[in-house]
C-alpha cells in the first residue's frame, strides 16, 4: 500500500503541470452561487425594498387613507353645489325655454326689419324720384346729393331784385331747415340699420349662451336700448326744428300780411288826400 501511494504520488508530480491545469478548468465550469456578474446580492436588494414598503404602508398609510377620505368628502360636497346649481339656479328645461323665447322674439324682429324696409317711394317724375331715392337710400354717403336734389325740386333762392330782404332770409332759412330734416332722416335710417344688425346679433348669440355669459350680452343689450333712446331723442329734437321753423313761418307770414295793410292804409290814405 506505501508502494502504491508512493507511485500515485510520484506520478501526480510528474504530471502536475496537466493536474494544476485540469483543477483549474474543473473550478471555472463549476456552478457558482447565485450572485450578479459584478457580485450584488439581488436578494438582499429585494429584502430592503420590501421593508421600505412595509414602513412606508406603515407609517403614512393612515395619513394617505385620512386624505383620501377627505377628497371625497370635497368631491361629495362639489357633487352637492353642481346639483344645487343644475336643479335650482340653471335648470336645463328653463334654459331651454328661454332660448325657445329668444327665437321667437328673433322671429318678431325679421317681421319689424321687413316692415321697416318696406318700399314706399311714391314719386312719379324725373327730378322728385331722383331726390326721393336719395332721401330713402338709408346711406349716409348719399348726404352730399341732397341740397343739389333739393334745390332742383324746390328751386333755388329767388335773387335780391325779384324778393326782399326779409323774405330772402325766411326762404333760406325754411330751406334749411327743411334740407337738415332730410340729412337727419337719411341718417337716422342708417343708424337704426346698425341697431337692428346688432339686435340680431345679441338675440342669436342670446340664444346659444351659457348660463355664466347670458349676464354679458345682457348688459351689451342694455347699452344697445341705451344708444337707441339716444337716438330716438335725436329724431325728436330734429321734429322739433322743423315743427319751431314752421311756426316761425307763420308767424313770419302774418307779420308780412300786417306790414301789407299798413303800407295799403297809408297808400289810400295818401290817395284821398291829394
Known sequence: MPAFLSDVFHCLWQERTKFVALLLVLVLIAPQPV?????????????????????ISNV?????????????????VLNTINNFFQNQIYPQAAINRARGVVGAVQGIYNAIRGLVNLNVASATLANPRQLETVLLSRNVGNIGQVPGQFTTVYQALPAPTDARPAVRDMIDMTDATAQAGLKKAIAIDA??????????????????????????????????LVKANALTQSAMAELFRIRAIDMANTGAGLKFNANHASDMRRDLTNMFNK
Open 35 to 55: 450572485q450578479s456578474q459584478f457580485f450584488i446580492d439581488w436578494a438582499a436588494i429585494v429584502a430592503a425594498i420590501n421593508s421600505i414598503g412595509t414602513a
Open 60 to 76: 403614512i398609510g393612515s395619513g394617505l387613507q385620512a386624505i383620501n377620505s377627505a377628497l371625497g368628502a370635497v368631491n361629495s
Open 191 to 224: 343708424a337704426a340699420d346698425q341697431l337692428m344688425d346688432a339686435s340680431d346679433q345679441l338675440a342669436a348669440e342670446l340664444g346659444q349662451a351659457a348660463p355664466g355669459t347670458a349676464p354679458m350680452i345682457e348688459a351689451q343689450s342694455a347699452a344697445m
